[in-house]
């Protein structure tokens, strides 16, 4: 069992080392974020995004697409969060670039579908 723990303590350490952003979480401006994000992926499948409760630089996420609803506690920073295997970055005022990571279920492969999303306030 303690092998166990040192295995999940060494792999917590490298993956917590490995963050690539230096820069500090600071407050963000709530209005560039607030609200409800829509788009859709290249094969027409649509998504909602909606951000509420920012204080600082951190805010609630409810994300939408066909039966997969997520909802999770972020942290904002450099213009962007995750949630889940998805990763949601402002690019100018009302516009945000969607990156969302898919599995194939039939081959186990994985791709990166990339959209862009619209804020309406």
Do not use: C
Request: zero cysteines; charged letters at 20%.
């Amino acid at each position: 069992m303690a092998d166990v723990f040192s295995i999940l303590s060494a792999n917590y350490k490298t993956v917590g080392m490995a963050v690539p952003s230096k820069t500090p979480y600071v407050p963000v401006d709530p209005k560039l974020y607030q609200g409800d994000w829509t788009g859709k992926y290249a094969n027409n499948k649509s998504f909602k995004i909606s951000v509420s409760n920012i204080t600082g630089f951190r805010a609630k996420v409810h994300y939408q697409s066909g039966s997969t609803n997520k909802y999770a506690d972020v942290l904002i920073r450099d213009n962007a969060f995750r949630i889940g295997d998805l990763k949601f970055m402002v690019t100018k005022e009302g516009t945000a670039v969607i990156k969302n990571v898919v599995t194939d279920p039939a081959t186990g492969g994985t791709m990166l579908d990339t959209a862009y999303a619209k804020q309406s306030k």
